[in-house]
């Protein structure tokens, strides 16, 4: 609360600092420079001034990126508070993978079921998913941030805020530009393009780029390899499987063409087509285990006859259960009515061999010879090494055509269509375990297609003081999602075929009206009407719990109709799996539909002292559509296991302000959030289950500024606070972590995950003017950050550690600017932190990635 009542002061600060805007201070340098220039942006669909939007938005041009080394979406994350964007997510082990929080609101997922919480926006269309929003900022005009809840312009899943990167468009006239970079890691990077005028009002440009890098986390061979553990890539060979022997590999391309029709007329058209092709590694480590010393496997039911027939050391489910079975002797494992359990050969439904059986290899209960059991000695202390012996792979493919088509329909009325189809194909493979074990090695496999239309009218009256735009939205997506998982050397094999599909549509408006010039008003509004299909087939080879409860034989045959050891009833309905035809099948057969229809306002108004002071205050709603849990290893009855939306309602308010002659802007806006129905994973049986569990309050500041005190001398500075804290979590959401030691759980009170406290940003950039006429730039970027949760179930070894990064660089540019040198470094104070994590308590593994080390570039470019 400290922090939020300075933000209060430093507003006020704002506020009686816009009484001096006259003052002569800066007089003189503003006429030998032209002061801080002007950013357009187009956050309420029209063209306007940052500065004249009542929204706060952190907005970057396309030299401001380049100058700073910013290349992709989660490198924006430094530079923007309140803003956290992570390039992959905890089991997607991709870069090309998106994280993305505003304020505390996002997702940290790649899934089909979970939808993000930012919306991504590529000239003006929607990224459907996680995957692929990680954008190269190839060749772009301008990316902006918008920050709280944007559903009446941007709808649907921007309920944290949204980011819009709008691409250059074609001149008029010829123009080719582009640079070569190498660096660190055998950094290599080409990116070109390249303008030509066709006829009198067409014109075509085309872009490319390439970029490779090595990975920087070096895998080891485990000193001590036994004969009898199985090669991780022997699971599931359906779903792929590659590696390397470095981690954290960038191997991508991406090209884009557009032609533009604009001759003066009525009618104006622009046509894009994109493709890229993104391979790389993952740089997944082991940060800890849960089962340390080897033991015998106790549950937590004393069931006699079964293998929850507790008579040894209590260890975590699958670690504890593995270690049982390779420590234990033909009939101890007997005598626990384990046989099948540690056979790990599938069952008479799925009777291929997955893996090779565990069971009584050491027949002589000698634990240290023919396999190596679970537990702390995989650990690495070098934050770049890792024990790590299974998939490591990311291949996605994506490509998109639109079109952008304005019509003048009157002097003060325009008509705006734009129609998008995108598609993308993503395999990965990811060993979480980080050993030469099997242990929890994942595979995916995503299609996805999504078509989009939307048409905005646009217009004004009564002499330009009434602004509004009125439109109509659709969107249709399909897509599948193949999850392959081992946990323990076979003992859990989840198979999982999940389709999903979606239909949108929704009718909008905003309506600005500026009765004086002293006042301004904002209503604005949209209807949402979304369908979802959900058909998941998801299924455990290996019939786990039928093995567990004692059903099933010495040989791995289970027994649907046999007796249920807790219940007289059969073992199937017993354990709650719903296919008769396939009794180890979790999903429910067919298909599962969800509506969901939403409105989401917004009322705002401004106040214009002057014409370079603005101060808005606004309330706004946006949401985030629901969905089904897809991430089962135990069944949950006869209905698939959903969720509804999440819903978030902000007041905020702001001051904009562009002063001593344009050679100081500040822009600052606290805010107050009441953020509801957040979807939380659960624990039901041994399934992580994604529910409607909690509440938050989310409150804070940002400040943002922008100084040129002297000539060539520019200061920006950033400065986010957050307070975010659940104000309620269910029972079932509380259970997921906080009783096993090595998560502190969600609790009431409690911060929500990736969402720091404090960030600051500082980055002075100075232009020197040469003798000979060309110039000397030196820029420099700090970033504090404070500590953060990386996850919702906040596991103590996967916490962030307060950072400080700079990051720096030096240009040369000849004195006609056709060409120029850079060299810079990043993270040049080689702070390491974990970007993202997870945790699968039950298999006894907490693993995570680290950001990058120190690296170095240097950069040749042209422009002519």
């Excluded at 000239?123 to 900022?137: F, P």
């Excluded at 420590?327 to 359990?341: D, K, M, V, Y």
């Excluded at 006042?519 to 080879?541: A, C, D, P, S, V």
């Excluded at 409860?549 to 050891?565: E, I, K, R, T, Y």
Aim: aromatic content about 10%; overall charge negative.
């Amino acid at each position: 609360m400290g922090g939020l009542k300075m933000g209060k002061s430093m507003i006020a600060a704002l506020m009686a600092s816009s009484a001096m805007a006259s003052t002569p201070l800066l007089a003189q340098d503003a006429e030998q420079s032209g002061g801080i220039a002007e950013i357009v942006v187009t956050a309420q669909k029209r063209a306007e001034n940052v500065q004249d939007v009542p929204i706060a938005i952190s907005a970057f041009t396309a030299e401001s990126l380049q100058e700073r080394a910013v290349g992709s979406v989660s490198q924006l994350s430094a530079i923007a508070p309140n803003v956290n964007l992570d390039a992959g997510t905890p089991f997607s082990g991709s870069t090309a993978v998106l994280a993305a929080y505003i304020r505390g609101i996002g997702s940290d997922d790649f899934a089909f079921n979970i939808d993000p919480g930012v919306g991504i926006y590529l000239d003006g269309v929607y990224l459907a998913r996680t995957v692929g929003a990680n954008q190269d900022l190839l060749d772009v005009e301008r990316v902006e941030i918008l920050k709280g809840p944007q559903g009446t312009l941007f709808g649907r899943n921007t309920i944290g805020g949204a980011i819009s990167i709008v691409t250059a468009d074609p001149g008029d006239a010829f123009k080719a530009k582009g640079d070569v970079t190498l660096g660190s890691y055998k950094l290599f990077q080409v990116r070109g393009s390249v303008t030509v005028p066709i006829t009198d009002g067409l014109s075509s440009a085309f872009t490319f780029g390439i970029k490779s890098r090595d990975g920087f986390l070096k895998r080891l061979p485990y000193p001590d390899q036994r004969a009898n553990n199985t090669p991780s890539f022997d699971a599931f060979s359906a779903a792929g499987y590659d590696s390397a022997a470095k981690e954290g590999v960038n191997d991508n391309w991406n090209l884009r063409g557009k032609l533009r029709w604009d001759n003066g007329g009525a009618v104006r058209a622009t046509f894009a087509g994109d493709y890229s092709k993104d391979k790389g590694t993952s740089a997944n480590k082991l940060i800890g285990t849960t089962e340390f010393v080897p033991g015998n496997f106790a549950g937590t039911t004393n069931l006699p006859g079964t293998a929850f027939d507790p008579t040894g050391t209590t260890g975590f489910l699958f670690a504890g259960l593995y270690n049982f079975c390779i420590g234990s002797t033909g009939a101890q494992i007997a005598a626990r009515n384990a046989q099948a359990l540690c056979g790990v050969a599938g069952t008479q439904f799925n009777p291929q061999f997955q893996l090779a059986s565990v069971a009584s290899a050491n027949v002589d209960g000698n634990t240290a010879n023919d396999r190596l059991p679970w537990d702390g000695r995989y650990l690495v202390a070098d934050k770049d090494r890792s024990y790590a012996s299974g998939n490591s792979y990311s291949n996605l493919e994506s490509w998109g055509l639109s079109s952008i088509v304005d019509f003048d329909l009157a002097d003060n009325l325009a008509l705006k269509s734009i129609t998008a189809y995108r598609e993308l194909h993503w395999n990965a493979g990811l060993d979480a375990d980080g050993s030469p074990l099997n242990f929890v090695q994942l595979s995916f496999t995503m299609n996805q297609w999504q078509f989009s239309q939307e048409l905005q009218l646009l217009g004004n009256a009564l002499d330009e003081k009434l602004n509004y735009v009125l439109g109509a939205y659709y969107f249709k997506e399909a897509g599948d999602l193949h999850d392959y998982v081992t946990f323990a050397e076979g003992l859990v094999q989840v198979d999982g075929p999940n389709e999903l599909a979606t239909k949108n549509y929704a009718f909008f408006g905003q309506i600005d009206y500026r009765p004086i010039d002293l006042i301004g008003i904002t209503i604005g509004g949209r209807y949402t009407n979304e369908r979802k299909r959900f058909e998941g087939g998801q299924q455990e080879l290996n019939g786990f719990n039928y093995k567990l409860f004692g059903c099933a034989d010495a040989n791995g045959n289970v027994f649907p109709g046999g007796a249920f050891p807790l219940a007289p009833i059969p073992c199937q309905a017993g354990l709650g799996y719903p296919d008769p035809n396939n009794p180890v099948r979790v999903n429910t057969p067919g298909v599962n539909r969800k509506k969901f229809s939403d409105f989401s306002p917004k009322v705002g108004v401004q106040i214009h002292p002057t014409d370079d002071v603005m101060l808005y205050g606004s309330w706004s709603k946006g949401y985030k559509t629901g969905g089904w849990t897809t991430r089962l290893t135990n069944p949950q009855g006869n209905v698939a296991p959903d969720f509804n939306e999440e819903k978030a309602t902000t007041w905020e308010a702001g001051i904009k302000s562009t002063l001593l002659d344009r050679h100081l802007q500040l822009n600052a806006a606290v805010f107050s959030t009441k953020y509801r129905d957040i979807q939380l994973n659960i624990q039901v049986g041994t399934s992580p289950t994604i529910a409607n569990a909690g509440d938050a309050r989310i409150r804070g500041f940002e400040l943002e500024m922008v100084a040129a005190p002297v000539d060539g001398l520019t200061i920006n500075g950033a400065v986010g606070y957050i307070d975010a804290q659940y104000t309620s979590v269910s029972a079932g959401a509380a259970a997921v972590g906080g009783a096993n030691g090595f998560q502190a759980g969600t609790l009431v009170g409690e911060t929500l995950p990736k969402t720091p406290k404090w960030k600051v940003n500082l980055s002075p950039r100075y232009e020197a003017k040469l003798g000979n006429g060309a110039s000397l730039v030196m820029l420099a970027d700090w970033t504090y950050t404070s500590s953060a949760w990386n996850d919702t179930q906040r596991t103590l070894l996967l916490k962030r550690v307060s950072t400080d990064i700079v990051n720096a660089s030096i240009s040369y540019r000849e004195p006609d600017g056709k060409w120029s040198v850079t060299a810079g470094g990043t993270n040049l104070t080689d702070k390491r932190f974990l970007t993202s994590g997870g945790s699968n308590i039950a298999a006894g593994a907490i693993f995570g990635t680290y950001n990058r080390p120190r690296e170095w570039y240097l950069r040749f470019g042209f422009d002519f």
